[in-house]
């Protein structure tokens, strides 16, 4: 059974950072595309960046420059670095593959950027 559990989320004034984690069960990370995805109540789910199994990256135009996603497929881990947050960034973020799996979602973590 295929597990994603995030974590690092929290209360952050505008302009902090946070690190976000996303750790994985059930699976060989080996063979998938990993991304981390954000939703706002009453929007869809967005994909914000995704790593290859390479470590082939790609962003967001609004994350570019202030996200960065990192991951280890041997611990089966993956990360998320934000820096410069926004009030726009306020979600609740879950990691999974790209694309993604729906019986795979997780709790995911709420990030909440407010002074």
């Known amino acids: 059974q295929v597990q994603f559990v995030e974590s690092g989320g929290g209360l952050v004034q505008p302009g902090g950072s946070l690190r976000l984690s996303c750790t994985a069960s059930g699976i060989n990370l080996n063979f998938y595309v990993m991304g981390w995805y954000r939703q706002v109540p009453g929007k869809q789910r967005e994909l914000l960046a995704q790593i290859s199994s390479a470590g082939v990256r790609y962003y967001g135009d609004s994350e570019k420059g202030r996200f960065t996603i990192s991951r280890d497929n041997a611990k089966r881990t993956m990360t998320l670095q934000m820096n410069s947050l926004k009030s726009e960034d306020t979600a609740v973020y879950y990691c999974?593959?790209?694309?993604?799996?729906?019986?795979?979602w997780g709790q995911g973590t709420q990030v909440t950027v407010s002074s």
């Open positions: 999974n593959t790209v694309p993604s799996q729906e019986s795979w």
